[in-house]
C-alpha cells in the first residue's frame, strides 16, 4: 500500500517561495501517478500539478502555470512542488496523491492515495 507524508508547508509573504515535498513509501515514484492538489477553507479540492510515470510528463492547472514546478527525485523517492512567486489566492492546504493509473489526473477522484496534507499561508 502507497504511504504518503507531504513537508514544507508555511507562511510566506506575496512573491515568496516554497517548496513541498511527497516521501512516498509502498511504491516506486517512477511507476505511479503523483499528483498535488489544494484545498482553501469553504472550496472544493482543485488539481495543481501532476508527473507522470517515468517522470518526464508533467501538467498543471492554469492558475499556476509559470510559478509552480513538480518535479521527482527518484533516489529519495519523493515529489517535490516548487512553489515562485506566490499569492495570497495560493493560500491552502496542500495534499500529494498517488495511483498507479491517473484517468484525468487533476481530478481527485482518480486518485486512491493521499497524504494528510501540509499547510501553505501567502500574506499580503
Known amino acids: 500500500q502507497v504511504q504518503l507524508v507531504e513537508s514544507g508547508g508555511g507562511s510566506v509573504q506575496t512573491g515568496g517561495s516554497l517548496r513541498l515535498s511527497c516521501a512516498v513509501s509502498g511504491g516506486p515514484v517512477p511507476t505511479i501517478y503523483i499528483s498535488w492538489f489544494r484545498q482553501a477553507p469553504g472550496k472544493e479540492r482543485e488539481g495543481v500539478a501532476t508527473i507522470y510515470p517515468g517522470g518526464r510528463y508533467t501538467v498543471y492547472a492554469d492558475s499556476v502555470k509559470g510559478r509552480f514546478t513538480i518535479s521527482q527525485d527518484n533516489a529519495k523517492n519523493t515529489v517535490y512542488l516548487q512553489m515562485n512567486s506566490l499569492k495570497p489566492e495560493d493560500t491552502a492546504m496542500y495534499y500529494c496523491?498517488?495511483?498507479?493509473?491517473?484517468?484525468?489526473?487533476?481530478?481527485?477522484?482518480?486518485?486512491?492515495?493521499w497524504g494528510q496534507g501540509t499547510q501553505v499561508t501567502v500574506s499580503s
Open positions: 496523491a498517488a495511483d498507479t493509473y491517473a484517468r484525468r489526473p487533476l481530478s481527485p477522484g482518480s486518485f486512491s492515495y
